[in-house]
């Protein structure tokens, strides 16, 4: 029966910062999400788990074989959707065939279904074409959803996938969805979609504490993980009260032998009683007390222990605390207006043809539309990265824009350093509190950009635009939530759920949309 066991595993980054140690897993025909927030190794788990990185220490035992989904798909001019799935020696013989140029020995080794069932694959992620279709042709969706074709059409034992549904239009992440829906074999899936992860079977937690395995899919995780909370805040508090107690006993301990010791001195000082009866009463007092400190303190330091216990499962399982300022914008100010707007790089054949666009107010709306409609092309144009082909574009206030490379961060500079330009005049304090609501605490506010995951880098773009004082009245996003784990996107909804000002979001997760309350939609079509 097919399985991987991960035993003690560990790893480290090159400069010898460890990422996680002693992890015991079993994987077994099952499909698994691995979640856990940014930086914790989720994806460095799978490269160890496929055979491309070494474990500092520990062993991966693997029986049966392995599907990985590539997420980097090559594209030069002669790759091809053969040259994808591995089969471009087959299909040349099966070409050479037709021409009557095979020879007796290809003929008899040549794999006549090999072509038929890369339809079938790419059928089952909702593609059409065929071996010879140019990945060069394909946007970079269609090649992701052909990637994960390719991956299980060996019909592999186990599928590792990172961030499947990463890049994709609603019509790809549906596809990839129901293929993994429907799959019996195993697979052990990294992702922040929620509408994946609610078809797993399980669901394993990388943190800094390690893996935990919770049976079920992501709802009755997360009833599971509140539960989880609620015990922890119950013990803290209980570890607190216990602390407090054991310091009042030991406030009236010492009280009770300040007046011990001062009677004694009073008696001593008049000589009523022999002088080796005082130094014995002595010896024992000290005795005594040497004997309740120590209790008291062995005490103390169980409450402090189990405290600071309590703190770190709080610490893990609590969301980002994020709270706004208000940006102080009006309900009837007008924020942005499109006229008849075209927009494109080629006038002949435009992304955006004609469109109209007005938004008044903090009202959120949502550009919604498949791969290759215009969306980022529609963004650039309203932030003035390009000029529109045809029409007029108005901004009336200030806006912050984060893209897919949040380049409003300059990668040689820390976090801090970065908040501190985008927000001119703010005190390091602010800039410590700020970025601390977005998990960058102490030394992480440090940390440079250009070292953080990607999921970080987004992270910290967001707290260094709407963590300060003034936030802009227009904030654009465009797809915000691809590199973030889950509990940074649902602190974000939180924080954007408090936000007065308006928002334009490039996204294809509906379930974000849903919770920004982004009811308004512009939808953009592909190109003819």
């Avoid at 014995?280 to 169980?302: H, I, V």
């Avoid at 007029?392 to 990668?411: E, H, I, N, Y």
Wanted: with cysteine; hydrophobic share 40%.
């Amino acid at each position: 029966m097919s399985s991987i066991t991960l035993s003690q595993l560990a790893w480290a980054t090159p400069d010898a910062r460890p990422v996680f140690s002693g992890l015991d897993l079993n994987f077994g025909s099952e499909r698994v999400g691995l979640v856990g927030r940014n930086g914790v190794g989720k994806t460095t788990l799978l490269k160890i788990i496929a055979g491309g990185l070494q474990p500092l220490s520990g062993s991966v035992s693997v029986n049966g074989t392995l599907g990985l989904l590539k997420q980097t798909v090559q594209v030069g001019p002669h790759e091809t959707i053969a040259s994808l799935f591995g089969v471009a020696d087959s299909i040349a013989v099966l070409r050479r065939a037709e021409a009557g140029e095979a020879s007796i020995e290809e003929l008899a080794e040549a794999d006549w279904t090999v072509e038929e069932r890369i339809a079938a694959a790419l059928a089952k992620v909702g593609l059409d074409g065929d071996t010879s279709t140019p990945l060069s042709d394909m946007s970079g969706g269609q090649r992701t959803r052909a990637s994960l074709a390719a991956a299980i059409f060996a019909e592999p034992d186990f599928l590792l996938l990172d961030e499947p549904t990463n890049n994709l239009d609603r019509a790809g992440r549906d596809a990839v969805i129901g293929l993994l829906a429907s799959w019996r074999a195993g697979a052990i899936i990294v992702s922040h979609d929620r509408e994946l992860l609610e078809h797993m079977d399980a669901i394993v937690e990388l943190t800094s504490l390690g893996a935990a395995r919770h049976g079920g899919n992501w709802s009755q995780y997360r009833e599971r993980k509140a539960v989880e909370l609620q015990a922890a805040e119950h013990d803290l508090a209980h570890a607190e009260k216990r602390i407090a107690q054991v310091n009042r006993k030991t406030q009236l301990a010492a009280e009770r032998k300040d007046r011990r010791d001062a009677a004694g001195a009073r008696k001593s000082a008049r000589g009523d009683l022999p002088r080796i009866l005082l130094g014995a009463r002595k010896d024992n007092a000290e005795a005594s007390g040497g004997e309740s400190a120590r209790l008291a303190e062995r005490q103390k330091q169980q409450a402090q222990e189990a405290a600071a216990a309590a703190r770190a499962r709080i610490e893990t399982l609590q969301q980002m605390a994020i709270v706004l300022p208000p940006t102080g914008l009006a309900p009837t100010r007008t924020v942005l207006t499109l006229e008849k707007v075209t927009a494109g790089y080629d006038p002949a054949h435009p992304l955006v043809s004609n469109l109209s666009l007005s938004v008044v107010g903090p009202e959120r709306v949502a550009i919604v539309g498949p791969n290759g409609s215009g969306k980022t092309t529609l963004v650039r144009a309203i932030t003035g990265q390009m000029q529109p082909l045809e029409g007029k574009v108005s901004v009336a206030v200030d806006f912050a824009l984060l893209d897919q490379r949040v380049s409003v961060l300059d990668p040689g500079a820390s976090i801090a350093e970065n908040f501190l330009r985008l927000n001119p005049g703010a005190t390091e304090n602010a800039c410590r509190s700020a970025l601390a609501g977005f998990l960058f605490r102490a030394d992480a506010a440090l940390q440079r950009v250009g070292t953080l995951s990607g999921g970080q880098v987004l992270r910290a773009g967001l707290a260094c635009v709407l963590g300060g004082r003034n936030p802009p009245p227009l904030l654009i996003l465009d797809e915000p939530t691809n590199h973030l784990d889950i509990d940074s996107i649902q602190s974000i909804e939180a924080g954007l759920a408090g936000y007065d000002g308006a928002l334009l979001v490039v996204s294809h997760d509906e379930t974000f949309l849903t919770n920004i309350g982004a009811e308004r939609r512009v939808e953009l079509s592909a190109p003819q």
